[in-house]
C-alpha cells in the first residue's frame, strides 16, 4: 500500500485540528454504540490517517456510520476530538468524491462558498426581476431543469463512492441484490434510524433532522415537479398542495431553525465546531422553509395577482436556483445519500467476503 | 489564649507517611528538634494500609511499623496526631505554625489504650481505614497497629448511651472536649502532604462508585492484607470467591477529560503486583490487566511485570471505555481489543479493580509559604536540576508525593534529601 505522509496535514485542512495528540488508546471505538464489529471507528480510522494509508481512508465508508453523538470526543483521554476528526474525514470524502474539485476548494477557504452563493442570488434574483415575461412560466421550465441538473451532479459522487468504496477494494463490481438489504437502506435514509443507537439519545437532534430530512424531500417533490403554481393559481389554505408546502415549509423552518440555534449555543457536542459550509447549509435551507411558506401564505391570503407575492416568488425561485446550482452538488448536502449507501456497502462488503456478491 | 500549647522546635513536618516519617527520623537522628503534625488519628500514612511492596514483595507494615515506632520514642521528635495544620506564617526567619488538634473525647495522657470503650460500644460503622469493607464502633482504635494507640470517638454518629464513660477504667471519656489550639515555632518545614488517590466517580463512564465490585485499589489492598477485613479475598456484593478479575489502568491518569492529563507512576505497578499476590491466594482466577502502555520505570520492575506475564496474568492492550454490571452485579467492561481483528467488545469479570491515580494530597499553597505549586496542584521545586526538595518559598521543602507521583524507594529516598535540604538550611542560619 502506498503512504501518503502529508495526508493527517491534508485532513486537517477539513477539521480535525487537534488529532495528532491521539495516542492510540481505543477508547473512542470502544465508547463508541455505533462501532460494530465488521465497522469498527474511529481509532483504526485515526491510525490510518496518522500512518498515511490514503486508501485506507478513500475506500472507507464508516465516516457515514458516525452520527457525531459526541461521546467519543467527550471521553478522549487527550481531547484529540475523535468525533470532529470524523466529520473532517466526511468533509473530505466529499472533497474526494467530487469530480468538479469545487468542494475541496469550498471546504479549505472558508467563507468562499457562502460569498459565491450570495453573489449568485443577487445576480439571478436581479436577472429574474428584470424579466418581464411570464415569470411563473420561467420559474416552471427553472423547476423542471433543477432534477436534470442534480441528477448529473450526484451520479459523479454515487459512481466515485462506488469506485473508491467498492471497486478498487474489492476488485472489481459488486453489488448486494437481497431485497432486505434494499429495503434497509432507504429505510436509513428516511428514518436515520442509527442517531438513536447512541449511548444518550439525542431526540432533539434526531427530531430536528428528520424533520428537515422530511420537509426537504418534500420541497424537492414539490418544485421538480413545479407543483406550486403561485403566480397561475388560487391556492386555498387546506388545498392538498398547499397541505404538503405547509408541512414542508414549517418542517424545514422548525428543524432548520433548532440547528441554528444549537450551532449558535454550541449546546451539543456535534455542534461545537462549525465549518462555514455548515452555516450556508442550515442558513439557506431555512431560507427556502421560510420563502416558500411566504409565497403560499400571500397567495392564500391576497391571491395570485398581489404584487409582493411576485417578488416574494422571485427570492423563493432565486434561493432555489443558487441551492441547486452551488449548495447541493459541493459540500455537506451529499452527506444525505452517502449516510444510507454506506449501508448498502457494508451489506455488499460482506457478501463479497462471504462470496455471495453479485459480480461482474 | 494564654495556656494555648506552645511548641518550639528546629523543624516542622506535615505529613506522617513513608516520606514524613523517614525526614523526620533522618532530621532528629542529626541533633534536630522535629515536630510532625498529622490529621489522622495515626501515623504512617498510605503505606501502612498497603498489603506489600513492589518489586520485592515485602511485607508493607513490617517497614512501615518500625518506623512509626522508631518516630514516636524517639526524643527528639514530638508527634501531633489528628492534628490540622491550619496556617503557617514566616517572620524573620522563623516560621510559626497554627495547629488544631481535633478532639478525640478522650483524655490522651490518661488513656491506657485497653480498648475497653470500644468493646462496649454498641454502634457499628462502615471502616474506613478497611475502605467500608469491614466494620469499627463509634469510638475505636483506628486499626490494629495505629500509633498512637489512642481511641477516636466519632461524635456524629455516637448515641452518647455512656457505655464507654462507665467502662473506662481511667474515666477518661470526655464528651465536651473541644477543638484545642497549639502553636509552633519552628525554622524549617517539610511538607510531606502525599496524595490522595483520584475519586472512583472521576470517570463518568465508570459505574460511578454505584457499581459494588468495582472496587478501588486500596481496597484490593486491604483484601490481600493478612489482617484484612474478611481474611481472604471475596467480592464485596455477594462475597463469593471472584474467580475472573480484571485491573482498569490509567482509570484516573493519563485522562485529561477528567482533569488528570499526567501519569500518576505507579500504577501500573501496584496493579501487577496485586495481581501477582491475587494469583497467589486465587490460584485458579483469571486475572486480566487492561492497559494503555506498561510503565514499568524503576530497577527490577520490568523484570515483576515479566514474571506477572509468565504466571499467565493476562495483559490487554485496551482502553475501558465503559464499565456497567449484569443482574448479578458482575461487571462488564466495553474495550476495542486492538490485537488481531480489532473490533469493539463486552467483557464480563466478577471483580474490577480501577487502578486510580494520585493527586495532591493538601492544597499547600493555602500556607501561603511561597512554596509554588504546578499545574497539577503539587508543589513546584525551584530548580529540579539542582535539588529534589528546595522549593521556592526560603526554609521550605518538600518530600515524597508532596512534589508529584513517585514510590515508596524514591519517596523514602528524597525524603532524606529533604531532610539533608532543611538540616543544612537551619545550620546557615
Known amino acids: 500500500m502506498k503512504v501518503n505522509p502529508e495526508l493527517i496535514d491534508e485532513i486537517k485542512k477539513y477539521g480535525a485540528f487537534d488529532i495528532s495528540a491521539c495516542f492510540n488508546c481505543g477508547n473512542c471505538t470502544a465508547v463508541c454504540p455505533l462501532s460494530k464489529e465488521d465497522a469498527s471507528f474511529p481509532r483504526k480510522l485515526i491510525r490510518a490517517g496518522h500512518v498515511g494509508m490514503e486508501e485506507k481512508i478513500t475506500s472507507a465508508i464508516e465516516p457515514w456510520h458516525c452520527y457525531y453523538c459526541g461521546e467519543c470526543s467527550q471521553t478522549c483521554p487527550r481531547e484529540a476530538q475523535p468525533g470532529e476528526y470524523m466529520m473532517a474525514l466526511r468533509r473530505y470524502l466529499i472533497a474526494k468524491y467530487d469530480i468538479t474539485g469545487l468542494s475541496k476548494i469550498f471546504y479549505k477557504t472558508g467563507w468562499l462558498q457562502t460569498w459565491l452563493t450570495a453573489g449568485l442570488f443577487a445576480a439571478v434574483l436581479w436577472l429574474y426581476n428584470g424579466y418581464t415575461g411570464d415569470f411563473g412560466a420561467l420559474a416552471g421550465k427553472i423547476e423542471m431543469a433543477f432534477p436534470v441538473y442534480v441528477t448529473i451532479a450526484i451520479a459523479g459522487y454515487l459512481l466515485n463512492m462506488y469506485r473508491h468504496a467498492i471497486v478498487k477494494p474489492l476488485g472489481g463490481i459488486k453489488a448486494s441484490l437481497k431485497p432486505a438489504h434494499i429495503i434497509e437502506t432507504f429505510l436509513h435514509g428516511f428514518t436515520q434510524k442509527n442517531f438513536n443507537g447512541c449511548e444518550e439519545t439525542d431526540l432533539v437532534r434526531w427530531g430536528s433532522h428528520l424533520l428537515v430530512m422530511s420537509g426537504y424531500t418534500l420541497t424537492l417533490v414539490i418544485s421538480n415537479f413545479h407543483m406550486l403554481e403561485p403566480l397561475d393559481r388560487q391556492y386555498s389554505a387546506f388545498s392538498p398542495v398547499s397541505l404538503l408546502v405547509w408541512y414542508a415549509g414549517f418542517a424545514i423552518i422548525a428543524g432548520g431553525g433548532v440547528m441554528t440555534l444549537r450551532r449558535l449555543f454550541k449546546s451539543a457536542e456535534s455542534s461545537k465546531f462549525t465549518h462555514p459550509s455548515d452555516w450556508l447549509f442550515v442558513v439557506m435551507l431555512f431560507l427556502i422553509g421560510l420563502s416558500t411558506v411566504t409565497t403560499l401564505g400571500l397567495n392564500v391570503l391576497h391571491g395570485p395577482a398581489d404584487p409582493l407575492l411576485a417578488k416574494v416568488y422571485r427570492v423563493n425561485i432565486a434561493i432555489e436556483t443558487v441551492w441547486i446550482l452551488l449548495v447541493v452538488p459541493f459540500t455537506k448536502w451529499i452527506h444525505i445519500f452517502f449516510r444510507p449507501l454506506a449501508v448498502y456497502f457494508q451489506h455488499v462488503r460482506k457478501e463479497a467476503e462471504a462470496g455471495t456478491a453479485f459480480s461482474l | ?429
Do not use: W
Open chain 2, 1 to 429: 489564649m494564654s495556656d494555648m500549647e506552645k511548641i518550639e522546635v528546629d523543624a516542622l513536618v506535615v505529613g506522617s507517611g513513608i516520606a514524613g516519617l523517614q525526614s523526620a527520623l533522618d532530621m532528629a537522628d542529626q541533633g534536630l528538634s522535629v515536630v510532625i503534625v498529622e490529621k489522622r488519628p495515626s501515623i504512617g500514612g498510605k503505606m501502612i494500609s498497603l498489603s506489600k511492596v513492589f518489586p520485592t514483595l515485602d511485607c508493607a507494615s513490617c517497614i512501615t511499623t518500625p518506623r512509626m515506632a522508631s518516630v514516636s520514642h524517639h526524643p527528639r521528635i514530638t508527634t501531633l496526631t489528628y492534628s490540622t495544620v491550619d496556617a503557617i506564617k514566616r517572620e524573620n526567619g522563623v516560621f510559626t505554625a497554627a495547629v488544631t488538634r481535633k478532639p478525640r473525647y478522650i483524655d490522651e495522657k490518661e488513656c491506657i489504650s485497653c480498648k475497653r470503650c470500644e468493646d462496649v460500644c454498641p454502634v457499628y460503622l462502615p471502616d474506613e481505614y478497611e475502605e467500608g469493607m469491614g466494620a469499627k464502633k463509634a469510638i475505636t482504635i483506628p486499626f490494629t497497629n495505629a500509633i498512637p494507640q489512642l481511641p477516636v470517638m466519632d461524635p456524629e454518629h455516637c448515641i452518647r448511651c455512656g457505655a464507654c464513660a462507665r467502662a473506662c477504667p481511667k474515666d477518661c471519656i470526655d464528651f465536651l472536649q473541644q477543638p484545642a489550639p497549639v502553636e509552633i515555632k519552628a525554622k524549617a518545614v517539610i511538607l510531606a502532604t502525599g496524595y490522595e488517590t483520584t475519586p472512583m466517580t472521576a470517570k463518568k463512564q465508570y459505574g460511578m462508585a454505584k457499581l459494588p465490585n468495582v472496587i478501588s485499589p486500596m481496597a484490593a489492598e486491604r483484601l490481600l492484607a493478612p489482617h484484612g477485613p474478611y481474611g481472604r479475598v471475596l467480592r464485596p456484593s455477594d462475597g463469593m470467591v471472584p474467580g475472573s478479575i480484571a485491573y482498569v489502568q490509567c482509570a484516573g491518569s493519563r485522562d485529561k477529560s477528567i482533569g488528570v492529563p499526567y501519569c500518576s507512576r505507579v500504577c501500573c505497578m501496584y496493579a501487577i503486583k496485586q495481581a501477582i499476590l491475587l494469583s497467589g491466594s486465587l490460584p485458579i482466577a483469571d486475572i486480566t490487566i487492561y492497559y494503555m502502555d506498561i510503565r514499568a520505570f524503576g530497577k527490577g520492575y520490568e523484570q515483576f511485570y515479566n514474571n506477572a506475564r509468565a504466571m499467565g496474568i493476562n495483559f490487554v492492550k485496551a482502553k475501558v471505555a465503559r464499565i456497567t454490571e449484569d443482574e448479578k452485579h458482575n461487571p462488564i467492561l466495553r474495550i476495542e481489543r486492538q490485537e488481531g481483528s480489532s473490533a469493539p467488545e463486552e467483557v464480563k469479570h466478577e471483580l474490577v479493580v480501577l487502578s486510580q491515580g494520585l493527586r495532591p494530597g493538601d492544597d499547600v499553597s493555602r500556607y501561603g509559604l511561597g512554596a509554588e505549586l504546578n499545574d497539577f496542584g503539587f508543589v513546584k521545586l525551584s530548580d529540579e536540576t539542582v535539588s529534589s526538595a528546595v522549593t521556592a518559598g526560603a526554609g521550605v521543602f518538600a518530600a515524597g508525593v508532596s512534589k508529584g507521583p513517585r514510590d515508596i524507594p524514591d519517596s523514602v529516598v528524597d525524603a532524606g534529601s529533604a531532610a539533608m535540604e532543611a538540616i543544612s538550611y537551619i545550620r546557615k542560619l
